[in-house]
């Protein structure tokens, strides 16, 4: 071994070598060697600090990490719980293409929203299972929904809802009945 490359290190009192800077570079930032080991090469006439010989990277601090994610994420989780189950619900009311019951229970959601926002109302709707669904003819569904107005000008009334619909096999959609398709026989 060089005498260039011929490091001795002070641990635990005793004298440990010969090492090279690139073992005692492992050494120190595996953890295996502190930053206040003491060192000593020929030429020296004491020991001194390993850190005079290798400069100590700064570990990552994952706990800077973990704290920077949770910064981040919980917000988002924040808004997941507040705004998710109101996207999760429109879009169930607008994207129905079966003629079952559940899903005319979401159609007539949608056609009762549409028609309360235009009076600047909001619904709290009762869940499917509190709702009546009949199919009095093919194609055709009369819906019976329930729940309480949260915004508008009745406010905290209960109320309920009865939403005629009409199923287009081909286009797979719901649709509220019209005035004509009602007189219809």
Do not use: C
């Amino acid at each position: 071994m060089n005498t260039h490359e011929a490091f001795y290190v002070h641990v635990h009192g005793e004298q440990l070598g010969p090492y090279t800077i690139r073992h005692l570079d492992h050494l120190i930032h595996s953890g295996l060697l502190s930053p206040e080991t003491l060192f000593w090469t020929e030429g020296l006439e004491q020991w001194q600090p390993i850190t005079d010989l290798i400069p100590v990277r700064r570990r990552p601090r994952r706990w800077l990490r973990v704290l920077m994610a949770l910064i981040v994420l919980l917000p988002l989780l924040g808004l997941g719980i507040f705004l998710g189950p109101p996207i999760v619900e429109g879009w169930r009311e607008q994207t129905q293409h079966e003629f079952t019951a559940e899903a005319a229970y979401w159609a007539a959601r949608g056609v009762v929203r549409a028609y309360l926002r235009e009076k600047s109302a909001t619904p709290v709707f009762q869940p499917f299972g509190r709702a009546q669904v009949q199919f009095p003819e093919p194609n055709r569904a009369i819906v019976q929904l329930s729940g309480l107005l949260v915004a508008g000008e009745r406010a905290g009334q209960e109320t309920s809802w009865t939403v005629r619909l009409s199923f287009d096999p081909n286009g797979r959609e719901w649709a509220p009945q019209t005035d004509a398709e009602k007189a219809a026989p």
